[in-house]
C-alpha cells in the first residue's frame, strides 16, 4: 500500500491503481525491511546496489569504465554512453541475484537524475522508467553529490549538521549537510577537480609503464610511487589561491607547474618514449603533497567559517570526506591532522563507496523515505546535468575574510 499526495486530497490507494494517476507524488512509509534498487550512470561507471533500511547492503554490482577512459586521456562521453548501455541490463540482474530478489520484491527504485554527463544519466533514468513500469514501482530521484555526501551515514552514526568535504575526478566541494536535502556550498573548484589531474598527471608522467602501477587509477598509482619518495621536496610548488580568503580551490596551476618539472628532467635525462625519469617518486610525493596542503588550507577555513555562524554543533564537530580521491590515505591522514587541531571528527566512508557507486544512491533514497520525503513520477527533463548542490553561500565565506596560515605538511615525511 502507497499513500499518494501532492493531489488536492492525500489518498491511500492500491500499488495496481497507482499507475493510472498523473501528477501525483508517491510517498513510501519507513519499514527496517524496506529494499530499494540504487541505480548510478552519472560519469563513467555503472552501480547498481540494493540496500534495505537497516542498511545492509543486500547486493551490489559495479562496472568501472575508469582504466579504459584513462588510456585515451579523458573520458569520452559517447563511449561512456555506450558502455553504460551495454552493461546496465546485466548489472541489474547480478545485484538482483546476489540479493537474492526479483524485480517485483523491490519497494522502490532509486536513480541518480543529477549533476553529470546527459547521455549517460539518461541510460539510467530510461532503465531505471522502464523498470519502474514494468514492475508499478515508485522511483526515487538522487542528487549524485548529496549521496557522496550522505553515505557516511550508513556506516557511521554522525548528526545533522555536519561538514562534507567531496574531492573526485569530477568535483571539489566543500558543504555544511544540515539535513537529508539541505545543503549549503561554501566552496567549489574554479577549474579542474583533484581526480581529473591526478589522472592526467599520472598518464603524462606514463606510470602505467610501471608494471605495479598499471592497473591503478591515475590517483592510487600517484599514492603508491609518493610512497617510494626518497626527497619529496626536490620539487617546489606554488600553494594555489593563498590570497584568496575563500573556500574555492584551484588545481589546474599545479598541474601545469607539474608539466614544467617533468618536460625540464625529461629534457635533463633525455628520457624520449617509453622511458620515465628517475626522480618519479619524488615528482609524485611533491604533487600528492601539494594537492593535501591545498585542500587542508580550505578545510580549514571551513571549520572557521562554521564556527563562527554556529553552523555546526560545539561538542560534535564531524567532517566526512568523500568521493573517489577520500580513497588516498595520505590526503585522508592530512585532514585527520587538520581535524584533530580543530577539534573536529574527520570521517571518510569505506573506500569501496568513496568511488561512484550504486549504495549510495539506494541509501540516499532510504534517507529519503526516512523523512517521509514525496517522490514525484520523473521523466527524461528531471535530467539536470549541472544541477548545483546547495544554497551557495561562497560570497559570504569569502566577505568573512577568514586568515588562515597556508598548511605546511613536510613534518608528515619526517
Ligand atoms: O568518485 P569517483 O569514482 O568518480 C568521479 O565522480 O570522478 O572518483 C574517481 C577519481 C579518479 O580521478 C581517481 O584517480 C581518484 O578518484 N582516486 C584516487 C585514489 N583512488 C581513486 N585519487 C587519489 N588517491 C587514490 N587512492
Ligand atoms: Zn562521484
Redesign the pocket.
Known sequence: MYLLTGCPKRVKITLKGFSKLKNCYRHLSYDPNVTILGIET????TGCAVVDGKANVLGESLF?Q?MLH?RYGGINPLVARDLHRDNIEFAVKQTLEKSKLNASNIDAIAVTTKP?LLISLQIGVKYAKYLAKSYNKPIIPVH?MEA?ALVARMFYDIEFPFLAL??????CLLTVVKDVDNFLLLGNTLDN????V??KA?RRMKLRNIPAYSE?????????AAKCAKNPELFAFPTPLVKSRDCNFSFSGIKEVLMKHLVRKEKEHNAVGDEIIPEINDLCAAF?LI?AEHISHRVQRAVLFCTKNQFLKEDNKNIVV??????????FKTLQNVGMQWNCNVIRPP?KV????GVMIAWNAIEKIKKQYQFPDITLDSIDPKAPLGVNITDKVKKANIYVKATRLKDMFN
Open positions: 552519472s560519469c563513467d561507471d568501472s575508469n584513462l553529470g549524485h557522496h567531496l574531492i573526485s575526478g569530477g568535483h577537480a583533484p581526480g581529473e591526478l589522472d599520472a591503478l587509477v591515475g590517483g592510487k598509482a600517484i599514492e603508491e600528492q594537492i568523500s568521493g573517489g580521491v577520500a580513497c588516498n590515505d595520505f590526503i573506500p568513496c568511488t561512484d557507486n
